[in-house]
């Protein structure tokens, strides 16, 4: 009975306690970030008209930073896409997202395929699908996140904004070490333990 007690109180004692810890992500800006139009191709009066799409980073991108927990996901503005001229024309869109935080976070990248059509730039119709997600990703500590870049389809007016989501899928696991208090008490505990044991001997 004595040994049962003293085996639980051990255990009881020095049972490490696993708990997900948060992540923090701190987003890089240019150059580690980067987005650009590849492979356009605009049509007749596309080129007449000197029509076409331009891609640029969010300005703030670099300044952003968030910490989630597992579970949670945060959404924010990636890059947005200028149109001019009047037509239409299809390319596609080669876009990556670095982070300073965490260190080992690898560059998260996609491509995707768009059309549109385009009234002076002003009201513009169209879509963007991305053929390749970023997807997963582990970091050295056992934590997994995704990255998903946000597809587009409508009309817009003026500039269309396209975003970009880190979710965190699972936490790195925090270990507890029992405090000096919980430690004195778990003395006290095998001394009460062993005086019990001598006197029953007797």
């Known amino acids: 009975m004595i040994r049962a007690l003293l085996a639980a109180g051990i255990l009881a004692c020095f049972s490490l306690s696993a708990q997900a810890t948060p992540v923090t992500f701190d987003l890089a800006g240019a150059p580690t970030s ?21 891609a640029t980073l969010n300005p703030l991108l670099g300044s952003l930073n968030r910490t989630l927990d597992v579970g949670e996901s945060w959404s924010f503005n990636f890059f947005t896409l200028d149109f001019q001229g009047l037509g239409s024309g299809t390319g596609t869109i080669s876009a990556s997202l670095g ?16 059309g549109f059509g385009t009234f002076l730039g002003l009201i ?25 870049f946000a ?4 009309l817009t007016v003026g500039s269309a904004v396209v975003g970009a989501t880190i979710t965190l899928l699972q936490g790195a696991s925090a270990v ?22 001598r006197r029953r001997r007797r």
């Open 151 to 154: 597809n587009l389809s409508g």
């Open 34 to 54: 980067s987005v650009k139009v590849v492979d356009f191709d605009g049509g007749f009066l596309c080129d007449i008209s000197g029509c076409g799409v331009t």
């Open 99 to 114: 982070f300073d935080l965490p260190t080992d976070a690898p560059v998260a990248a996609g491509t995707g395929e768009g």
């Open 124 to 148: 513009t119709g169209g879509s963007l699908t991305w053929m390749t997600q970023p997807g997963a990703f582990s970091l050295s500590d056992g934590s997994q996140y995704s990255v998903t």
């Open 176 to 197: 507890s070490v029992p405090e000096p208090g919980t430690l004195s008490l778990f003395g006290l505990g095998l001394l009460a333990v062993g005086f019990l044991a």
